[in-house]
C-alpha cells in the first residue's frame, strides 16, 4: 500500500511559525511527520511526498524520518504545485503506480484507525474509485467552519463538495482512499474546468456516481480525531485536543489516577516543548528517585520530609515518559520496559534510603528486617503484576480501580516522610505489598483451578 | 474427537503390582491416567473406557480423574472381555457414535505428538477406515521383542500383522484412528474367524488394503516415545526412560546443567515414588531456602557454611518440582509461575542473610548498601529475564549458555560461604548481577534499534 502526501504548498498563515507548513512542529513533531508516524503504525511502507515550495529544507527531515522509522519516503517534485494540490497526484503518478493508493495530506492530522479503515478497504474485493474519510459529526469543535470542506452525501456517495455548501452532511478529513481513476478525474477537472484542486478532481468523480464517502463517526470510531492545521489558531487546538486525549494507563492505581496522572498530563504539555526525549526523560526520573532516596536516608524530619517530597515528585514525573511519547507518537516496547526496569531500581532505593532513616535513629535490626520484607514484597507486586493483571483483564475486561503498586508505595513513603512517621510508613508498605503478593498468589490459584 | 481406552482386561503379568493393570502406577501416576492426561493434552475432550476386570477401582478412579482434567469420561461395561480386546470396540460403539475415533490402549504410553499427528488426520479430508501408528525402528531398546505385535507394510498400507510375523516393518504402537469400518471388521473376526482381537479385526482391514500405517518415526517425531506396559519389568523399563527424558530447560544457567540438573533429576526420581504434589515440593524448597538465609544470618564459619550448604541444596531441589510435574504430566502456569514468584523471595532472604553476617561482624553500613545493590540487582535480573531470553530464542533460536540467573547466584553463595568469604561473595553477586542488568539493557537497546 503506497500513500501520497502532498507537501507542496506555502501554506501561509502559518508561514510565522514554520516554513515550510508541513515542518510546522506541534509538541515538537512536525505536521508530515506526524502524518507518516501515523501511516507507519497503520502498517503502511512506502510514501510518495510531493515538493514544491522550499523543497530542500522539507527533502533533508524526510530522508532522515526514512531512517528512523525504516519506512521507504520517495521525494517527487511538483513543478505546478503553485496551480493547486490535485497537481501533485499527477506529479507521483510514476511513483504511486496503477493500484490503489491512499493519500493523506501533509496538514490534516488523523487517527490511525481512519487510515487501517481505509486501508482495509483497499484490501477488501469492490474498491471504489474514490473513497474518502468524511466527519459527520457537524457540531465537532475541532472543525474550522470559515474554511472547511464540506461534502454532500446520499447513500454512501459523494453528490457534492466544496468550501461554502449549503445542507452539507460532512467535513472532508483530508484522509482517502483512491484508484487509478483519479489521474483522469484531475485532468478533467484542471484542463477542462481550470480547477486543479483535488476538491475539483472529486467533484468530476462524483458527478459521475464514483466518489464513495467512508463515514467517520459510523464506520472508523465515534470519537477518532481529526484536524485541519491550517493557522496558528488550529496549531493551538490541535495541541489542546491531543493533551486532552491523554489518560492514564488502564493498570493506573487510585493515587496515579486521582493525583500523579492529572499533574503528569500538565507537566508533560510543558515539557513536549523542549528537546527532551521520552529516554532522557526516564533517566531524569530514575535520578530524581535516587536523590529521594539519598535524602530521605539523612537524619531528621526535614531531611525526610524533602525526600519524600522527592519521592512523590519522580513519582508524578514517572508519568510523562509514556505521556510524551503518546503525544509525539513515539511509543516503544523498548522504551516503556527501561522505564519498568529503572522503577525497580528507584523502588529498592526508595525503601532502603527509608529503612536506613529509621535504622540510624534506633539501632534496632528488627527495623533492617522490616525494610528488607518491604523492599521483597515490593518487587514481588511488580514481578506478579503482568499475570495479575491479565487475568483481571480476561475476566473483567480492565484492570482493578483499587490496583496496589507503585504509585500506592511511593505515596505510603510520602505522606509518612511529611508526617515524620518513617517506621509507621515502612511498616505499612511491608505489610501492604507482601498481603497483595499473597492474596495474587490466591486470585492466579483459583483461575487456574476454574481454568 | 472420541477416545476409546480398552481397559477391561486382567494384565495377570501386573497383577503383583495392582489390579486392574490400568491402575498400576508408574512414577505415581496409574497407566490409564497417563493415557488420558497425554490425550487432554493433546486436545481429546470425551473418553470412552470399557470395563470388564475388577470394574469398581477403575472407575471410582476415572471419575475423579474426570473432574481434576475437565474431560467427559464415560465407563462402559463390556460383558464380552474375556473373548478378546477387539470386543471392548463393540461394546463401546453406542457411546463413540458413527464418525472417526482414536483408540489408545490403556496399558501403551505414547506421546502426545502421536495423538496430535492422529487427531489431524482426523480432521484432514479422506479418513482412512483405519491407521495405526507404527513404529519403524526395529532397534528400539523399549520394545519387549518377545510379546510385540508386528506389521508388514507396503505404500503406507498395512499388509500383514501379528506376533510372531517374518520380515516385518514395524511395531504395533497401540495408538489407533478407526472409522465405523471397524464395527463390521470386529464381528467378521470374531464371529467368523473366533478371533475376538484388535489385531484381529486389523487384520481383517488389512486383507481388503483398508488399513494404513502412521510411520512414528518419519510422519510423528524421530525420537516420539512409546511403550507396551506388560510386566513389572517393563514398567522399570518405562520409568528408567522417562526419567531419561527429563532434560533442563533452555534457559537453564552453567551451574544448573552441569551440577543441580543432574543432582536434581536422581533426586527427582526418588520424589516420585511418594505421595508429594510438585507445589507441595515448591513450597518445601522455598521452606529450606528460608531456613539457609536464617543459618546464614548467624554469626561464625560453622552457621556461614552450612547456611551456603543449605542454600545450594535449596537450589538443586528447585529443579525437582518441575521435574515431578513434568514426569506426572502435571505441569502447569499456576505452579511455574509461584515457583518462580517464591524463588523471588527466596532470592531476598538469602542476600538478606548473607548481608546480616557481614554487617553484624563488621558494623560497616557500606555492607549494608552492598547487600541492597545484590538484591536489587538480582530482582532487576529476574525481572529482565523474560525480556532477555525472548530477544535470544529470537536471535539464536535458544537461550545462551551463559545465562546468568540465580544458579549462578546461590552457587556464588554457596561457595564463599564455605571459603569463610562472605563479603567477597555478597560483592560479586552485587557486581555482576547489576553489570548483567545493563548488559541486558544494552542488548535490548540494540535489538530495538535494529527493528
Redesign the interface.
Same mark, same amino acid.
Given at each position: 500500500m503506497r500513500c501520497l502526501i502532498p507537501a507542496a504548498g506555502r501554506g501561509s498563515r502559518l508561514a510565522r511559525v514554520a516554513e515550510p507548513k508541513p515542518l510546522a512542529p506541534l509538541l515538537g513533531v512536525p505536521l508530515v511527520e506526524r502524518v507518516i508516524r501515523t501511516a507507519a503504525r497503520a502498517g503502511v511502507r512506502e510514501f510518495c511526498v510531493t515538493l514544491g515550495h522550499r523543497a530542500g529544507s522539507l527533502r533533508r527531515h524526510l530522508g532522515q524520518l526514512a531512517g528512523r522509522l525504516?519506512v521507504a519516503i520517495r521525494c517527487v517534485d511538483n513543478p505546478d504545485w503553485e496551480a493547486g494540490n490535485g497537481t501533485s497526484v499527477l506529479a507521483a503518478r510514476a511513483c504511486l503506480g496503477e493500484g490503489p493508493f491512499l493519500i493523506l495530506m501533509a496538514d490534516h492530522l488523523v487517527d490511525e484507525c481512519t487510515v487501517r479503515a481505509l486501508v482495509r478497504r483497499a484490501e477488501a474485493p469492490d474498491v471504489p474509485d474514490l473513497l474518502l474519510a468524511v466527519d459527520t459529526d457537524l457540531s465537532n469543535p475541532l472543525v474550522d467552519r470559515e474554511d472547511v470542506t464540506r461534502v454532500r452525501l446520499e447513500g454512501g456517495r459523494i453528490t457534492a463538495i466544496g468550501k461554502g455548501l449549503e445542507g452539507a452532511h460532512g467535513y472532508d478529513t483530508g484522509a482517502f482512499l483512491a484508484g487509478p481513476a483519479l489521474y483522469a478525474a484531475v485532468e478533467r477537472a484542471w484542463r477542462g474546468g481550470g480547477d486543479a484542486s483535488l476538491t475539483g478532481a472529486v467533484r468530476e468523480l462524483a458527478a459521475e456516481g464514483r466518489a464513495a464517502a467512508l463515514d467517520l463517526r459510523r464506520e472508523v470510531a465515534a470519537d477518532a480525531f481529526w484536524i485541519d492545521v491550517d493557522d496558528p489558531a488550529a496549531l493551538r487546538r490541535a495541541e489542546e485536543a491531543l493533551v486532552g486525549r491523554l489518560r492514564g494507563k488502564a493498570t493506573d492505581g487510585p493515587v496515579s489516577r486521582w493525583l500523579n496522572r492529572p499533574l503528569s498530563i500538565r507537566l508533560t504539555r510543558q515539557l513536549a516543548r523542549l528537546p527532551v526525549t521520552p529516554n532522557q526523560l526516564t533517566l531524569a526520573t530514575f535520578a530524581l528517585g535516587c536523590l529521594a532516596a539519598a535524602v530521605l536516608a539523612l537524619p531528621g524530619h526535614l531531611a525526610l520530609a524533602t525526600g519524600g517530597l522527592l519521592a512523590q515528585a519522580s513519582s508524578v514525573l514517572d508519568g510523562c515518559d509514556g505521556e510524551l511519547a503518546r503525544l509525539r507518537l513515539e511509543e516503544?516496547?523498548?522504551g516503556g520496559?527501561?522505564d519498568? $526496569?529503572l522503577d525497580?531500581?528507584a523502588d529498592?532505593?526508595l525503601l !532502603?534510603g527509608l529503612t536506613?532513616h529509621v535504622y540510624a535513629a534506633s539501632g534496632a535490626?528488627a527495623h533492617?528486617?522490616l525494610g528488607?520484607l518491604a $523492599?521483597?514484597g515490593s518487587?514481588?507486586l511488580?514481578?506478579?503484576a503482568d499475570?495479575y493483571d491479565g487475568l483481571m483483564r480476561a475476566r473483567f475486561g480492565r484492570g482493578g480501580t483499587w490496583r496496589l503498586g507503585r504509585d500506592v508505595r511511593v505515596f505510603i513513603v510520602f505522606v509518612g516522610a511529611l508526617l515524620d512517621t518513617a517506621l509507621a510508613a515502612l511498616a505499612l508498605v511491608a505489610a501492604l505489598m507482601n498481603a497483595e $503478593?499473597v492474596r495474587r498468589?490466591w486470585v492466579?490459584?483459583q483461575? !487456574?483451578a476454574a481454568a
Amino acid at each position: 500500500m503506497r500513500c501520497l502526501i502532498p507537501a507542496a504548498g506555502r501554506g501561509s498563515r502559518l508561514a510565522r511559525v514554520a516554513e515550510p507548513k508541513p515542518l510546522a512542529p506541534l509538541l515538537g513533531v512536525p505536521l508530515v511527520e506526524r502524518v507518516i508516524r501515523t501511516a507507519a503504525r497503520a502498517g503502511v511502507r512506502e510514501f510518495c511526498v510531493t515538493l514544491g515550495h522550499r523543497a530542500g529544507s522539507l527533502r533533508r527531515h524526510l530522508g532522515q524520518l526514512a531512517g528512523r522509522l525504516g519506512v521507504a519516503i520517495r521525494c517527487v517534485d511538483n513543478p505546478d504545485w503553485e496551480a493547486g494540490n490535485g497537481t501533485s497526484v499527477l506529479a507521483a503518478r510514476a511513483c504511486l503506480g496503477e493500484g490503489p493508493f491512499l493519500i493523506l495530506m501533509a496538514d490534516h492530522l488523523v487517527d490511525e484507525c481512519t487510515v487501517r479503515a481505509l486501508v482495509r478497504r483497499a484490501e477488501a474485493p469492490d474498491v471504489p474509485d474514490l473513497l474518502l474519510a468524511v466527519d459527520t459529526d457537524l457540531s465537532n469543535p475541532l472543525v474550522d467552519r470559515e474554511d472547511v470542506t464540506r461534502v454532500r452525501l446520499e447513500g454512501g456517495r459523494i453528490t457534492a463538495i466544496g468550501k461554502g455548501l449549503e445542507g452539507a452532511h460532512g467535513y472532508d478529513t483530508g484522509a482517502f482512499l483512491a484508484g487509478p481513476a483519479l489521474y483522469a478525474a484531475v485532468e478533467r477537472a484542471w484542463r477542462g474546468g481550470g480547477d486543479a484542486s483535488l476538491t475539483g478532481a472529486v467533484r468530476e468523480l462524483a458527478a459521475e456516481g464514483r466518489a464513495a464517502a467512508l463515514d467517520l463517526r459510523r464506520e472508523v470510531a465515534a470519537d477518532a480525531f481529526w484536524i485541519d492545521v491550517d493557522d496558528p489558531a488550529a496549531l493551538r487546538r490541535a495541541e489542546e485536543a491531543l493533551v486532552g486525549r491523554l489518560r492514564g494507563k488502564a493498570t493506573d492505581g487510585p493515587v496515579s489516577r486521582w493525583l500523579n496522572r492529572p499533574l503528569s498530563i500538565r507537566l508533560t504539555r510543558q515539557l513536549a516543548r523542549l528537546p527532551v526525549t521520552p529516554n532522557q526523560l526516564t533517566l531524569a526520573t530514575f535520578a530524581l528517585g535516587c536523590l529521594a532516596a539519598a535524602v530521605l536516608a539523612l537524619p531528621g524530619h526535614l531531611a525526610l520530609a524533602t525526600g519524600g517530597l522527592l519521592a512523590q515528585a519522580s513519582s508524578v514525573l514517572d508519568g510523562c515518559d509514556g505521556e510524551l511519547a503518546r503525544l509525539r507518537l513515539e511509543e516503544s516496547d523498548f522504551g516503556g520496559w527501561l522505564d519498568a $526496569v529503572l522503577d525497580r531500581y528507584a523502588d529498592g532505593f526508595l525503601l !532502603a534510603g527509608l529503612t536506613w532513616h529509621v535504622y540510624a535513629a534506633s539501632g534496632a535490626a528488627a527495623h533492617l528486617l522490616l525494610g528488607l520484607l518491604a $523492599v521483597t514484597g515490593s518487587f514481588a507486586l511488580s514481578y506478579t503484576a503482568d499475570k495479575y493483571d491479565g487475568l483481571m483483564r480476561a475476566r473483567f475486561g480492565r484492570g482493578g480501580t483499587w490496583r496496589l503498586g507503585r504509585d500506592v508505595r511511593v505515596f505510603i513513603v510520602f505522606v509518612g516522610a511529611l508526617l515524620d512517621t518513617a517506621l509507621a510508613a515502612l511498616a505499612l508498605v511491608a505489610a501492604l505489598m507482601n498481603a497483595e $503478593v499473597v492474596r495474587r498468589i490466591w486470585v492466579a490459584r483459583q483461575a !487456574a483451578a476454574a481454568a
